[in-house]
């Protein structure tokens, strides 16, 4: 008689690669995800939305607390170090009191209205001057909080054909970037982001994973590419590009998150589970490749839904998807793959992603002492209730204003 229930020892062997790969599992929540954001149309106001970086720090560290996997917070420095350098003294105590850390820092080189025309590829040398001494005052911030990561994403481009020169502004943005690079000391790195589109709509100067290793490459040794998940024109094959950062060395880290349409900045795994297993699976198989060196951070938008419940859900999500991954035998996947047995290979794949990992999240959280269910423990710790209570009468008064 033939069965399809796993052996012990199978589950066991499942089991010990499933623990190490979640052991060494980290992702990286953004400050901004615990903010009012909306779409151009407007904001919808939640009342236990952030209000102040503190409150950043308080709903980033329950987040950690519950999932044990998210222990460093992205940080925007035009939204969370309006002061600059003269804030990280307040980002200090703010770890100390939350138990997270300092994450990536994020320059912002969009918002003020000198940046209209671009800015670290603007035609003005002052505004490009100005675009450089934000991203040198955002390595400061960084070497001050110990930070590895600077992660740039770049808004410019042009809205209409012959209105820019694409090729100046490459040159442009060349020497900006190689500029930024000499400032950082030799633990830190530069990440550079691409967008095909938004806000700009006719030509984005950093569109595509191309351009931005050809940025990074001028721009030094420790400059890498981030990879958004949702700045990809429909189709495109992202774990192909993933395969070819890991590669040429020059993977730097993720913004997650999922799409339906454009950037749509969705819980990431919500409508394409499969695609973001796709791209664990690139990493986990590449021989010698750990995460240390992979920054997984998550960029979502959530309108709608809770803020608090939104990033455990992704958390937990990815976890999910990350250990999905590790689930595949590459030993004998590359056996089949070599003989060319393409249905045996690819439902070996196949039946990775569709293992139900859960039961052995639940496992490992229970081993390591964490909340076996953590959205059932958000939900129960009334902590939500607390904040909205706490915070519901700002945001009603901000109309959901970034703090
Ligand atoms: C914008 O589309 C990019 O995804 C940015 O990485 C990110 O949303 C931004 O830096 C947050 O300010
Ligand atoms: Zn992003
Ligand atoms: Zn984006
Ligand atoms: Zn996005």
Same mark, same amino acid.
């Given at each position: 008689?033939?069965?399809?229930?796993a052996?012990t020892s199978d589950l066991q062997h499942q089991q010990e690669r499933i623990f190490a790969a979640l052991d060494g599992f980290r992702i990286?929540?953004?400050?901004?995800?615990?903010?009012?954001?909306?779409?151009?149309?407007?904001?919808?106001?939640?009342?236990?939305?952030?209000?102040?970086?503190?409150?950043?720090?308080?709903?980033?560290?329950?987040?950690?607390?519950?999932t044990g996997a998210?222990?460093?917070?992205?940080?925007?420095?035009?939204?969370?170090?309006?002061?600059?350098?003269?804030?990280?003294?307040?980002? @200090?105590?703010?770890?100390? %009191?939350?138990?997270? *850390? /300092?994450?990536?820092?994020?320059? =912002?080189?969009? $918002?003020?209205?000198?940046?209209?025309?671009?800015?670290?590829?603007?035609?003005?040398?002052?505004?490009?001057?100005?675009?450089?001494?934000?991203?040198?005052?955002?390595?400061?911030?960084?070497?001050?909080?110990?930070?590895?990561?600077?992660?740039?994403?770049?808004?410019?481009?042009?809205?209409?054909?012959?209105?820019?020169?694409?090729?100046? @502004?490459?040159?442009?943005? %060349?020497?900006?970037? *190689? /500029?930024?690079?000499?400032?950082? =000391?030799?633990? $830190?790195?530069?990440?550079?982001?691409?967008?095909?589109?938004?806000?700009?709509?006719?030509?984005?100067?950093?569109?595509?994973?191309?351009?931005?290793?050809?940025?990074?490459?001028?721009?030094?040794?420790?400059?890498?590419?981030?990879?958004?998940?949702?700045?990809?024109?429909?189709?495109?094959?992202?774990?192909?590009?993933?395969?070819?950062?890991?590669?040429?060395?020059?993977?730097?880290?993720?913004?997650?998150?999922?799409?339906?349409?454009?950037?749509?900045?969705?819980?990431?795994?919500?409508?394409?589970p499969?695609?973001l297993f796709?791209?664990f699976h690139?990493i986990v198989s590449?021989?010698?490749?750990?995460t240390?060196?992979?920054?997984?951070?998550?960029?979502?938008?959530?309108?709608?839904?809770?803020?608090?419940?939104?990033?455990?859900?992704?958390v937990v999500t990815a976890q999910e998807l990350f250990a999905r991954a590790a689930l595949v035998d590459q030993?004998?996947?590359?056996?089949?793959?070599?003989?060319?047995?393409?249905?045996?290979?690819?439902?070996?794949?196949?039946s990775a992603f569709w293992t139900d990992v859960r039961p052995m999240l639940r496992a490992w959280r229970k081993a390591r002492?964490l909340?076996v269910?953590p959205?059932?423990?958000?939900?129960?710790?009334?902590?939500?209730?607390?904040?909205?209570?706490?915070?519901?009468?700002?945001?009603?008064?901000?109309?959901?204003?970034?703090?």
């Amino acid at each position: 008689m033939s069965t399809s229930i796993a052996s012990t020892s199978d589950l066991q062997h499942q089991q010990e690669r499933i623990f190490a790969a979640l052991d060494g599992f980290r992702i990286e929540v953004p400050s901004w995800g615990f903010a009012n954001t909306g779409t151009r149309f407007g904001k919808f106001v939640q009342a236990g939305a952030a209000t102040s970086i503190a409150e950043k720090f308080a709903d980033a560290g329950e987040v950690n607390r519950l999932t044990g996997a998210a222990p460093t917070v992205a940080l925007h420095v035009l939204w969370d170090l309006p002061n600059g350098t003269a804030d990280v003294e307040t980002i @200090r105590g703010l770890e100390a %009191e939350y138990g997270v *850390k /300092a994450g990536s820092i994020n320059p =912002n080189l969009f $918002q003020s209205q000198e940046y209209k025309f671009g800015s670290i590829a603007n035609p003005d040398a002052g505004v490009r001057k100005a675009a450089l001494d934000h991203l040198l005052e955002s390595v400061e911030i960084g070497k001050a909080l110990g930070s590895r990561d600077v992660s740039l994403w770049i808004a410019d481009g042009s809205n209409y054909p012959g209105s820019q020169s694409i090729r100046r @502004r490459i040159e442009w943005m %060349e020497e900006v970037l *190689k /500029a930024t690079h000499d400032a950082m =000391n030799e633990t $830190q790195r530069m990440l550079v982001e691409y967008k095909p589109f938004e806000p700009a709509f006719y030509h984005t100067d950093i569109a595509d994973w191309g351009m931005a290793l050809h940025l990074a490459r001028v721009a030094g040794p420790r400059a890498k590419v981030l990879v958004d998940t949702g700045h990809h024109y429909q189709g495109t094959n992202i774990e192909q590009i993933v395969a070819w950062l890991l590669h040429t060395e020059s993977l730097g880290g993720f913004h997650f998150n999922d799409r339906k349409y454009a950037d749509d900045d969705l819980t990431l795994g919500s409508i394409d589970p499969y695609q973001l297993f796709r791209i664990f699976h690139e990493i986990v198989s590449t021989p010698g490749e750990t995460t240390d060196n992979i920054a997984y951070m998550i960029d979502q938008s959530h309108n709608l839904k809770g803020k608090m419940e939104a990033m455990v859900q992704s958390v937990v999500t990815a976890q999910e998807l990350f250990a999905r991954a590790a689930l595949v035998d590459q030993e004998a996947l590359t056996a089949l793959q070599d003989e060319c047995r393409l249905v045996e290979a690819e439902e070996l794949f196949r039946s990775a992603f569709w293992t139900d990992v859960r039961p052995m999240l639940r496992a490992w959280r229970k081993a390591r002492s964490l909340p076996v269910e953590p959205l059932q423990e958000l939900r129960t710790s009334g902590y939500v209730e607390r904040i909205s209570a706490e915070r519901g009468a700002r945001n009603q008064a901000s109309g959901g204003s970034y703090a």
